[in-house]
């Protein structure tokens, strides 16, 4: 019987020490390497983080000159990590793999979470009474502690770069979850992340990661995961299975991303910290070309985000300084026209660039008619207009409304928003009777028509729907329908409740719309451009050209038709997708 349990014990024995801390040789002290610093910091206040305290630490390498700025890495659950008989090592870690170039000299930050003192002592390290809140979060939150605080803290004593190519951060279990969250938040402070056992639950709405990132432009940052089978698998979710979707979602959407997974192990750090410095070495290694992005997995009918962008085409600017820019459409040649409200022009844009002014009127929205006159939006003289480009001539279309957006269809019907009134309403142009063709949508802002110009789209300021109705041949609607569900602006000051989704803002704030000739709708909204396939569905979301400014509106125009334009405040901006305009949308050109 014993020679029998033999091969039973001794599986059991491999199976524990498959499942332990395994040095390397880049864990262990050099005797010829140099050895950094660490500095144990005053313990920190927060103002971002209001009431709570914390520990933290800061290693130095011996590479480190101030003349050089330095490469930075900063590390949640600080103490976990710093501890250099631990499973990470990380300053030990560190010298050597600087001293052979692996990595670039690096300043670490270690980081505790936060703790209320007024809750007394922590029981451990990990109790921190704000560690949950902080770290499993989603939002800009830890990113703007991170910025405001802790970074300019150190840069009074060292010099960091500013280059977010060279700024990694880096957290185990909800510690990880809180550094791809900075990242995704700020990939222009921070471009390479270090998750293990990463939380990518519910905790505080994490699960939502991976529908977000298969639905949101690609974000240049470089994601290393680890995980293993032996994970949690609890009320709030299954951590290996959560840590396999976002691989796969990172993946899909052509992110530079690895993901080391083992079989056995736990929650706990053995794993992770036994691949720590093959981790760093890879997060660390020189850019490479990411490969050609895929959509063979894609359904025929699926208009990913994929098969819209182009590598490489990203914002740039088309105007600059302007007071105020809105109203932007398109004619069938690609010229780009938008106004100038509060300088009370309209403008005219050449597929290569060339700006001149045609008329000398503001407007929020701007719509060509069959005829080739300009329509145009002029909520401040309660007035909607038409203007003959060659003689200048204004012929007053409709009074005393409040017109914010408009359509016009190849019958000559017009269609525009008065947003105050929550009303949509229609216009005869030969007999300029006006009626209110629906009333009700939440504060009704873009319009625009499909590409067979069957449909009526329109977005709501004041709510997440972009509704739809059929066109009929008098120009009444019907069949109002909220078709379209936009996605919701997170409300980071809100609160993210324990094992409940995270708080999102009420409303969408829809702005102006267009179409493409494939039935893509596009939403200018508190987020970014959002797309939306013909049924409705989101393609996906692109992000807006200045964070700091809302979008207005946009149009499909340029060479080729194949530009997106869009107004945002001060600029104007565009970008080349795989789409163009739907022709049979666009009017003549008009001749001038």
Not at 102 to 128: V, Y
Not at 222 to 230: I, P
Not at 387 to 399: H, K, M, P, S
């Amino acid at each position: 019987m014993r020679f029998l349990l033999l091969p039973l014990l001794l599986g059991a024995w491999l199976a524990q020490a498959a499942d332990e801390f395994v040095a390397s040789p880049d864990h262990a002290e050099r005797p010829d390497v140099p050895r950094g610093t660490v500095t144990k910091m005053p313990v920190w206040e927060s103002k971002v983080f209001a009431g709570t305290t914390r520990d933290w630490w800061i290693y130095v390498p011996a590479q480190y000159r101030p003349e050089k700025p330095a490469a930075v890495m900063v590390f949640q659950d600080g103490h976990d990590y710093v501890n250099v008989k631990g499973n990470w090592r990380a300053p030990i870690v560190f010298d050597n793999l600087i001293a052979r170039g692996e990595m670039p000299p690096t300043i670490g930050i270690f980081l505790n979470p936060g703790h209320e003192p007024a809750k007394g002592p922590p029981k451990s390290a990990w109790g921190g009474s704000n560690r949950s809140l902080e770290y499993d979060s989603l939002g800009d939150r830890y990113g703007r502690f991170l910025l405001e605080e802790i970074l300019p803290e150190v840069e009074k004593q060292y010099r960091l770069s500013t280059d977010p190519e060279m700024r990694a951060i880096c957290g185990a279990s909800s510690g990880g979850i809180c550094s791809f969250t900075v990242a995704w938040e700020r990939p222009d402070a921070f471009r390479k992340v270090l998750s293990t056992i990463g939380s990518f639950v519910n905790l505080r709405g994490g699960d939502a990661y991976p529908s977000l990132i298969r639905k949101t432009e690609r974000k240049p940052i470089r994601v290393f995961l680890e995980d293993a089978s032996g994970d949690l698998d609890n009320a709030f979710g299954n951590w290996p299975i959560a840590n396999q979707q976002m691989h796969a979602a990172l993946k899909y959407m052509g992110y530079d991303v690895r993901f080391d997974f083992a079989e056995g192990y736990g929650h706990n750090s053995k794993h992770g910290g036994s691949i720590f410095p093959e981790a760093l070495k890879w997060l660390w290694r020189p850019a490479e070309k990411i490969a050609a992005v895929e959509s063979k997995g894609d359904l025929g009918g699926d208009l990913s985000l994929k098969k819209l962008l182009i590598e490489g085409e990203g914002w740039q600017p088309v105007a600059e300084g302007l007071a105020f820019a809105d109203g932007p459409c398109a004619d069938a040649d690609g010229n780009f026209y938008f106004s100038d409200m509060k300088a009370n022009a309209i403008y005219k844009v050449t597929p290569q660039g060339e700006r001149t002014k045609i008329a000398d009127e503001g407007a929020s929205g701007l719509k060509f008619g069959k005829d080739g006159r300009l329509h145009a939006c002029q909520g401040s003289k309660q007035r909607l207009i038409a203007i003959d480009l060659i003689t200048g001539a204004v012929d007053v279309l409709a009074e005393n409304v409040q017109p914010n957006d408009l359509a016009v269809t190849h019958r000559g019907h017009i269609y525009f928003t008065e947003t105050g009134k929550k009303q949509v309403t229609f216009v005869d142009p030969v007999s300029k009777q006006k009626r209110a063709a629906d009333t009700g949508i939440a504060a009704p802002n873009g319009i625009t028509l499909s590409a067979d110009q069957t449909t009526l789209a329109v977005s709501e300021h004041g709510g997440q729907f972009v509704w739809t109705f059929r066109i009929e041949a008098d120009g009444s609607l019907t069949a109002k329908e909220p078709y379209m569900t936009m996605r919701l602006p997170m409300d980071v000051e809100g609160k993210f409740e324990f094992n409940q989704p995270p708080p999102y803002r009420k409303a969408a704030h829809g702005d102006g719309m267009t179409t493409d000739a494939t039935g893509r709708f596009y939403v200018a909204t508190a987020l970014g451009m959002q797309i939306f396939d013909p049924t409705g569905r989101l393609c996906g979301v692109l992000p807006k050209p200045a964070a700091d400014k809302a979008l207005t509106s946009c149009a499909l125009a340029g060479p080729e038709l194949a530009y997106l334009y869009v107004t945002s405040g001060d600029r104007i901006f565009r970008r080349k997708l795989q789409t163009k305009a739907a022709l049979a949308f666009l009017p003549p050109v008009p001749a001038q």
